[in-house]
C-alpha cells in the first residue's frame, strides 16, 4: 500500500516528527506549572507534529500508477492543506505574547493570527469544486500543485510581515534573546518553505518549524521551567548565574533586594491562602513594571530580587512605580501590602562579587526596613 522508495522524501520529515514529539514529552512531564509562553510554545510543537504527519502519509500513498490509491492521496494532501499553516500562526501568537507579555491581548488577536489557517481551509472547500486550483492528482496517481498554493504561502509570508511590524511597535520590549527568537521564528521556517515551493521533491517546510521550535525552547523556554512553581518567578539558582554573568561583562546595572512588610502577620491572621496571594500580587506587580530583559526572582520565603538591566540608574523610579502599584492594590483590603528594599547601582569595574553584592543589597533592605518602622 505504502511506497518504500519514498521514504527519501520523509526522513526529514520523519526526524522533524521524533524530534517534536519529545519536546512535547519533555513539556508535558514537567512537575512544575508552565507558563503562558511555554503553553503556547507547546501547542506550536503539536501542531508540526500534526502536519509532519499528514505530509509523511501524503507522500507514502503518492505511488504513480496505482491509482485505487488516488482517494489516499487526495485525502492525504487535503488534510495537510488544512492545517499546514497552522505553525506559523501560532508562532505568531507566541512572538506576540512574549513581546507584549498581555494574556488577554494575546488571547483577542489569535483569531486574527489563524487567518492564513481559515484562507486554507476555503481553498481547500474550493478546490472540490475547480480541481487543480490548491492541488491536483491526476489519473496516475501523481501530485501537482495549483497557483492557489504558491499564491496561500506568499499571502501568509506578507500575513507575516505585517503582524511582526504591528507588534514590533513595542520597541522597548525587544532586545536580547527576544531579537534572536523573532529571527529563528521567521527566516528559518520561511527558508525552508520558499526552498520546498521553488524545488519539488524538498520538504523542508516542518523541519525549518522544527529547528526553530527547538532553538526557540533553548533561547527562552528552558528557563521558564526552572521557575517558582508558586510566583513563577525565577528561583535563586538562576539569580547567582545571571548576576554571574552581569559582573564579568562590566555593564552598570541595579540590583534591588525586596522584602515584604509584616507579611508574618498577615498569614498568622487572615491564613496561608491569603498569604500566597499577596506573593503572587507582589510577584505580578514586580513584573509588570519591567521590562522583559529585566530579571524578577523570589529570592527566597516573602524576599525578592531584582534586576534592572537599563545602564542608568533607575532603581528608585522602579520602586516608586511599584509602591503607588502596591498602594492602589491594598485599597479596601484589611491589610496593607507595603515593600522595604535595598537599591545598589552597579557601575563599570564595580570589583563586586556576587555574594558580597547580594549581601550589601540585603543590608541596605534592612535598614530602609528599620526606618520604616520608626
Known sequence: M??????EYTDLLIFSVLLSTIMVVFLSRQQTHLSHSTRILQRFIISLMIVGVFEIFSWLVAIP?????????????????????????????YLDYIITLSKERNARRTYLYLLPVYVNIVLIILNLFFDGLLFRIDANNVYHRGIATYLGNAFTILFAIGVILSISRNRQMITGRITQVILVLTLVPITGTVLQMAFFGLSLGVPGYALAAFITFLLMERHELQKDPLTMLHSRAQLENRLQFKLRSQEPFTAIMIDVNGFKKINDIYGHNIGDQVLKDVSKVLLSNANYEDFVCRFGGDEFFVILESTLDIGNSYMRRIEQTLYNYSHGKPYVTALSFGIVYVEQNSGYDVAELIQIADQLMYKDKSSRKQ
Open 2 to 7: 505504502f511506497s518504500i522508495h519514498n521514504l
Open 65 to 93: 500508477g496505482r491509482s485505487g490509491l488516488i482517494p489516499l492521496s487526495y485525502l492525504g494532501n487535503a488534510l495537510f492543506f488544512s492545517v499546514n499553516l497552522l505553525p506559523a500562526s501560532l508562532g505568531l501568537c
